[in-house]
């Protein structure tokens, strides 16, 4: 009886010990880690207070974001169109930079935004 209780508590201090090197090698893993990106994340927090990206409240944003979905909308649509209608690949890229480059003209004729 005591041979067994002698195993049993051989094994789990075993799995005990297991464990422990096992969650310090995981301590270690995680002050390392800690150490690496802290100064990262330092710095992405002083950019991020010098460019904010968040949404202004005024409806003339709204508005021009909608427009531009719109317009997104329906050039994705033709887009999609002229590459199940062609094969040919000239076509498909000179229409996508013509797109880009052709952006704020298109903007202006559609929505004249010029007595905005």
Do not use: I, Y
């Not at 301590?27 to 802290?38: E, G, H, K, Y």
């Not at 997104?72 to 062609?86: D, E, I, P, Q």
């Amino acid at each position: 009886m005591s041979k067994q209780r002698a195993q049993r508590r051989a094994g789990r201090q075993a799995r005990e010990e297991k464990d422990r090197a096992r969650a310090s090698r995981g301590r270690a893993r995680r002050s390392r880690r800690q150490r690496l990106v802290s100064p990262l994340r330092s710095l992405r927090h002083k950019t991020s207070r010098l460019t904010s990206r968040r949404r202004g409240n005024s409806l003339l944003e709204a508005q021009r974001r909608r427009q531009n979905g719109v317009l997104l909308c329906v050039l994705l649509a033709l887009h999609v169109v002229l590459w199940l209608m062609t094969d040919s690949w000239w076509w498909r890229m000179s229409a996508l930079a013509m797109t880009v480059l052709l952006w704020p003209l298109l903007v202006t004729l559609v929505f004249d935004r010029r007595r905005s």
